[in-house]
């Protein structure tokens, strides 16, 4: 025989009030009546039969407070049910005792919660050999970035561009250069200035099996845009069970140019490094924006891809290989050294540098590490790095709060805290927004002094 | 098509300005000018860095809707684009081309530049340089006007490549929704950086973009400043009325580059000298005090020599104020308790 059980009203309910039986013992009811009335402080609902049949018994009288979620307020006897079942509901205490049994059992049955599994290690390949007496080719930043796109795009051609001036205007900075001539308007799409809804558009075609590269004119109005980037993009894999991935390139010009003040200089490293789900790139080397965004455009997790504006014109040398494709998550250890372990990224490596160059002129042994990919993070060769030397110093653009030099202090203090022989020390842009004026926009940035500073204070040098 | 309105204005009923308005016209679109050829200047000269963007060739546009505006009580804001909205609204021009070039004596302290200038005094509120965001704020600007019951209206610009912005869409339709005092001006000039009107936009004629939310518009020949004082007015009676937001398509050109450098490889020279030559705002305006004998060569000629000595001491004084103070880094980030 079916016992109407009092019911919640939202997941966190746990008692209510029976307001108002609208039936009574003996009526007739069929699915969709309404039989009662219930109440929380927040809401009301009504209580509606799903059986057919005579209502034998109500347990719980109209009125009464503090009734129980899951407790039986009523009994119907459903058509051709044998009439032996009433006599047991008619015993009326001892369904309301039962239910408190039951919710004491809830209670207790209820295990200690669990500990979270420990988070998977993610376990970066090595750079690739090369063969030996490979050529290497000096190039731009922004040519290497422009090579890596034409070559994917020859290789796939389900990969295409999308974003503002990508195509006939040839990129506001110049990296889709000759793209539309060779892949055609089909596959180097200029967009409206709709940043929320192209970065929409390219996601929903990537869940389609597209493998879209969105160049944001610069990471500045991808803010239009972060939406997408996050609930969209980043978390789809996840809530869809492993389903449906988006794999897209986000990428374009982040952090400070010259000049621009405070709406246009913003470095986003730490955002998007925040976001599980994403994997975040911000490259310094010419040959490792090549490897990079190529392993950015052939990743099937979405891909935040952070370039840089001022590093687009630095030159480097890329080795010339058929496929020169880099490891997500995999630092690379500029310099070797004992004495001290400076870490940066994207433009913080430039003043990074500068600083070992002239620390190691000076007499330190410095090692530096090019972090490369902020998420997935290499923390274990960072951790590596300050086991031997100690001391760890980190430069970036961006501010100090909640920061990647922050993180990195936090996780070299938790997991070679033993062996720091100095605090980690941060240098980054100075907590403000970014200003104008040429003196007050050249002392908001990072400096080659400060990260001097930095390491001369760690070394307890003066 | 979108473009009929600029094509010449022989219209027969085309709203007069009276001497004074002409005369005023002149002299503002003229100081518009000026600064922004010395700008341009400058920023050659590296003394203002960063984006520059110059109003060039719209002159016309904001001149004409401030003079129907009740100006220094409606308040205005802008994009990047925005050097001459301050001028014609008042602004001091040395602190604005101080502002340029980053100096302490700057509209912003020079913690701001080229696209971020502000005045609560004037209510003008920027100054934006995110393409699109001023329509919200600006639509917030009328919020408040309605709010206090003030009498006020609220008149937001944006461009031809801002008006694909959603927020644009989402402001209509609440500007609509609560019937707020909102003048929309579309500064038309056909291109977003590279990409004309046509290759960015599935209808071209922005007046119409109002339509589906109830919101009436007008495309306007922003080269000529009587249609744009005319149709402003309107506008700014409807708003100010209390019968909600308005949108006027100006239809406009701007002669030089998007910013300092821009290829210009998206339209022809000769597009650009055929506007120039036969649609300038400020020649229209002269040839009409001459016709009119508002003013006599000579006339103009002492408004010109005045202009000039304004821009001069401008830029005299944006290269020789000192730059902030280094204390100014920490100054302005968070607001007086
Ligand atoms: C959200 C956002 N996206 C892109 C840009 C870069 N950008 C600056 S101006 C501009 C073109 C805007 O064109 P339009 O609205 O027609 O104004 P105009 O420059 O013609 O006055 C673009 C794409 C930006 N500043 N903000
Ligand atoms: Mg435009």
């Known amino acids: ?462 | 098509m979108a473009r009929k309105a600029v094509a010449k204005t022989a219209q027969s009923n085309v709203p007069e300005l009276t001497k004074e308005q002409e005369l005023t016209a002149y002299r503002e679109m003229l100081l518009i000018r000026r600064f922004e050829e010395k700008a341009g200047q400058m920023y050659g000269m590296g003394l203002i860095g960063g984006f520059c963007h110059l109003y060039i060739g719209q002159e016309a546009v904001v001149t004409g809707v401030t003079m129907a505006s009740n100006k220094g009580k409606d308040a205005q804001i802008t994009g990047y684009r925005d050097h001459g909205h301050m001028l014609v609204m008042g602004l001091d021009p040395k602190g604005v081309m101080a502002e340029l070039t980053g100096r302490q004596g700057g509209l912003s302290k020079g913690k701001g530049g080229s696209m971020h200038m502000f005045s609560n005094e004037h209510r003008f509120y920027g100054g934006n340089g995110i393409v699109g965001a001023q329509v919200s704020l600006g639509t917030g600007l009328a919020f408040a006007s309605k709010y206090r019951d003030d009498g006020t209206v609220s008149i937001s610009y944006f461009g031809d490549g801002a008006a694909n912005q959603g927020q644009v869409y989402e402001s209509f339709n609440m500007a609509k929704l609560w019937n707020l005092p909102a003048v929309y001006i579309v500064e038309n000039n056909r291109y977003g950086m590279g990409t004309s009107v046509e290759r960015a936009s599935g209808q071209p004629n922005f007046s119409k973009r109002g339509i589906s939310f109830g919101i009436e518009g007008e495309q306007v020949d922003g080269m000529d400043i009587r249609m744009v004082y005319d149709a402003a007015k309107r506008a700014i009676d409807h708003a100010r009325s209390g019968k909600g937001p308005y949108i006027l398509e100006m239809l406009t050109y701007r002669y030089r580059g998007h910013s300092m450098s821009d290829p210009a490889k998206y339209r022809t020279k000769d597009e650009v000298s055929t506007m120039r030559a036969e649609h300038d705002p400020i020649e229209q305006v002269k040839s009409r005090i001459l016709e009119k004998r508002y003013g006599t060569e000579d006339s103009l000629k002492e408004i010109e020599t005045e202009i000039r000595a304004i821009v001069t001491e401008a830029a005299d004084f944006a290269t020789s104020d000192p730059e902030p103070a280094a204390s100014e880094l920490w100054t302005d980030i968070y607001a007086p308790a």
């Open chain 1, 1 to 462: 025989m079916p016992t109407i059980l009092m019911p919640a009203l939202s997941p966190t309910m746990e008692e209510g009030k029976l307001s108002k039986w609208l039936v009574k013992e003996g009526d007739t009811v069929k699915p969709g009546d309404v039989l009662a009335e219930i109440e929380t402080d927040k809401a009301t609902m009504e209580v509606e039969s799903v059986d057919s049949g005579k209502v034998v018994k109500i347990l719980i009288p109209e009125g009464t407070e503090g009734v129980k979620v899951n407790e039986p307020i009523a009994q119907v006897q459903g058509e051709g049910e044998t009439l032996e079942a009433p006599p047991v509901a008619k015993t009326a205490p001892e369904p309301i005792e039962a239910p408190v049994v039951v919710a004491e059992k809830v209670a207790e049955a209820a295990p200690a919660q669990a500990a979270a599994p420990a988070a998977p290690s993610f376990v970066a390949a090595a750079d690739p050999d090369l063969p030996a007496g490979v050529e290497m080719v000096e190039m731009t930043v922004r040519q290497a970035l422009n090579e890596a796109m034409a070559e994917e795009m020859r290789r796939d051609p389900d990969i295409f561009l999308m974003g503002e001036e990508v195509a006939e205007y040839q990129g506001a900075y110049k990296i889709s250069q000759g793209l539309l001539q060779e892949f055609g308007p089909k596959r180097v799409v200029d967009t409206p200035i709709t940043e929320h809804g192209f970065a929409g558009l390219a996601v929903g075609a990537a869940f389609a099996g597209l493998r879209p590269i969105v160049e944001f004119m610069t990471w500045n109005f991808a803010m239009q845009a972060i939406d997408q980037i996050i609930n969209s993009a980043a978390k789809q894999l996840y809530m869809s069970g492993g389903q449906v991935s988006a794999p897209i390139v986000f990428r374009g010009p982040n952090g400070a140019a010259a000049r621009v003040a405070a709406q246009h200089s913003q470095d986003y490293s730490a955002w998007y490094s925040h976001i599980p789900g994403l994997y975040v790139v911000a490259p310094f080397s010419a040959a490792d924006a090549k490897g990079l965004l190529k392993a950015a455009i052939r990743s099937n997790t979405p891909v935040a891809f952070l370039e840089n504006e001022i590093l687009y014109g630095s030159t480097g040398l890329v080795p010339k290989v058929d496929d020169y494709v880099l490891p997500i998550g995999k630092a690379r250890i500029a310099r070797q050294g004992k004495d001290v372990t400076i870490v940066s990224f994207s433009m913080g490596m430039r003043y990074a540098t500068q600083a070992t160059e002239k620390l190691v002129a000076a007499g330190l042994d410095v090692e530096l590490i090019d972090l490369r990919t902020l998420r997935p993070m290499d923390t274990k060769t960072v951790i590596e790095s300050v086991k031997k030397t100690g001391r760890l110093v980190t430069v970036e653009e961006g501010w100090p709060q909640g920061g990647i030099g922050a993180e990195l202090a936090a996780v070299v203090t938790s997991e070679a805290f033993d062996y720091l022989d100095a605090p980690p020390t941060r240098v980054t842009g100075k907590d403000v927004p970014m200003p104008y004026a040429a003196n007050l926009e050249k002392l908001a940035l990072p400096s080659v002094d400060e990260v001097i500073a930095a390491v001369n204070a760690v070394t307890y040098r003066s």
